[in-house]
């Protein structure tokens, strides 16, 4: 018997118009952006319905945005197919994506997830103004080559690795001159290099201005350990207890993304049967280069 798990997306997967026809079609989706608008101050229905994608695009913007629409896109799954929702078993999510599978499994509600996930995009985004920064994709090249690219690029400036998406696929993140140096060094590596439209450097030390906020916040809203075990970017474990929960989701603004071994914690539970449930197909994508035998299947309006 097929044993189910939800993945969520991350920033990256907006794009305008998303949620737009779920909306339209399913009264609780709605709900979903009402009840945002209300907490957030601002449309943010119209943002993700019909932009401008310059604004929504924004890290303060597009976090809340991604955090809504996949959970919208859940209640279209939940009203179309509800025994696919009672049947799963664990959740992941890609870095912001962790907050809407943490939801998901009941440890935070909609109002409060919703509240810190606008705090951690604040936070951020004042985090990557203090420091010009950003990302860049090693395509194609392996770990051990992605560490010399790395080791190398520090002669520019202060630069990570913040992603481990899958097989071939890492991200650098760090000052702008070291991301611009990697980006060469990867070419001459035989590897793709391909800068990313983010703000700055995020799941890297430069962020660890943006902690204190994020933590203040967490304190704040009730924290229940998740009715489902929820895998963590941090570690690639399960989250264990509230105050654990808190820990981890403090820790995942400055360090590297462990998306393959998330997976691979799913696949080694059992998990044989998986749904991408939010915008865009970033995480089928990369489950085809984790294991190409596993169904992913994607819930959204693209």
Known sequence: MAKTAFLFPGQGAQHVG??????????????????ANEILGFDLASLCFEGP????????ISQPALFVSSLAALEMLRAESPEIVDS???????????YTALVFAGAM??????????????????????NPSGMVSALILGHDQVAKVREDATAAGQIWVANYLCPGNTVLSGDKPACAKAAELIEQAGGGARMLTVAGAFH???????????????????????????VSNVDAKVHEGADRVREIL???????????????????????????IGPGKVLKGLMKRIDRKVECLTVNDD
């Not at 994608?53 to 303060?60: H, K, M, Q, Y």
């Not at 810190?116 to 985004?125: C, F, L, N, P, T």
């Not at 943006?210 to 009730?222: F, K, M, T």
């Not at 462990?258 to 049967?273: F, H, S, T």
């Open 18 to 35: 998303m949620g737009k026809v779920i909306s339209s079609r399913f009264p609780a989706a709605k709900a979903l952006y009402d009840k």
């Open 53 to 60: 994608a310059e604004r929504l695009d924004t890290t303060v």
């Open 204 to 230: 890297t030390p430069l962020m660890g201005s943006a902690c204190e906020r994020l933590e203040e916040v967490l304190r704040s809203v009730p924290i229940q350990s998740p009715r489902i075990p929820v």
């Open 109 to 130: 509600s909609f109002e409060d997830g919703l509240r810190v996930v606008q705090r951690r995009g604040e936070a951020m985004q004042q985090a990557a103004d203090a």
């Open 88 to 98: 799963c078993a664990m959740s992941a999510g890609l870095s912001l994506g962790e």
């Open 250 to 276: 403090v820790r995942q603004v400055t360090q590297p993304v462990l998306w393959e071994g998330c997976v691979r914690e799913l696949l080694a539970q059992g998990c044989d049967r998986f749904y991408e």
